[in-house]
């Protein structure tokens, strides 16, 4: 079972390819969080997998609170985790560990891919020129074969790229990260033709549209899937995203 969480379609690429070579179920986190859907049976042998993109180097919030609140039916043979950043994790992989054995779970393997970032909330982020991206995507592509063949022989491994200064980031700028994550500043130009994408999108089902513009709700995890999905790139953050350019896998 593998159990996925994504904005812009790099995590549930890397979720679907695992997924597909081993036959499994996906879940969309999401989904199952609206749908109170915690419990969860697994077969004799089955094992099982959490892939989410990194937040401000960390698993995001409702990866952790999915995870505390779920229950299974049956102990895993395996468990794994692959996340996909921009450029690199932090503590992830410590902290997640922690989260995953609250629930009596012991943290197998830890596999990351740096995907092109999506981050363009601050100033100063943007997306990465298409070069860089492709060439992540291709990096990604390659490195696939090797994970399945881990995941195949239930190896014990971890290759997390954690960057400088791992435990402060994670643990000072990521535990107050969605303090002040909001989706407040969103807001869309008159470029926006209603065409309701952006509220398609949403992992959280947060936008609705309103005399044809959208309008955020306040549960979001910043994942900019609105924004960079827009077809006319009509949807901004405050001021930070001016001129930044657009990306979502699979284009
Ligand atoms: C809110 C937010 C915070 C992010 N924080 C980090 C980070 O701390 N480190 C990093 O390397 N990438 C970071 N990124 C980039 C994403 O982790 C990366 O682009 C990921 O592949 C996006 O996955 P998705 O397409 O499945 O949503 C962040 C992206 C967002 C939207």
């Not at 989904?31 to 915690?38: C, T, V």
């Not at 990194?54 to 919030?61: C, F, L, T």
């Not at 609705?208 to 953050?237: F, M, S």
Request: aromatic content about 14%; charged content about 25%.
């Amino acid at each position: 079972m593998v159990f996925y969480y994504s904005g812009c379609g790099n995590s549930k690429f890397i979720a679907q390819s695992i997924a597909e070579a081993f036959d499994e179920k996906m879940i969309f986190i999401p989904e199952a969080q609206r749908n109170g859907d915690f419990e969860y049976s697994l077969a004799e042998k089955e094992m099982i997998g959490f892939v989410f993109p990194i937040y401000s180097w960390r698993s995001p919030h409702l990866v952790d609170e999915f995870v505390e609140k779920l229950k299974l039916n049956g102990k895993p043979s395996y468990v794994w985790t692959a996340v996909t950043c921009g450029d690199n994790v932090g503590e992830t992989e410590k902290l997640f560990r922690k989260e995953l054995e609250k629930i009596g779970l012991n943290l197998n393997a830890a596999f990351c891919f740096k995907m092109p970032n999506t981050y363009v909330n601050m100033i100063g982020m943007n997306v990465d020129k298409p070069e860089v991206a492709e060439e992540k995507i291709a990096k990604a592509k390659e490195k696939l074969p090797n994970v399945i063949d881990m995941i195949k022989n239930h190896a014990e491994y971890s290759d997390m790229i954690k960057g400088a200064f791992p435990r402060f980031k994670s643990n000072v700028i990521g535990s107050g990260f969605y303090k002040w994550a909001s989706d407040e500043p969103f807001f869309s130009t008159d470029e926006c033709i209603s065409c309701g994408m952006c509220a398609k999108v949403c992992p959280m089902q947060n936008i609705t549209l309103e005399n044809g513009r959208p309008v955020w709700h306040g549960n979001c995890n910043t994942c900019d899937a609105c924004y960079h999905h827009c077809p006319k790139h009509a949807i901004q953050y405050g001021k930070a995203t001016r001129g930044k350019g657009q990306y979502f896998f699979g284009v």
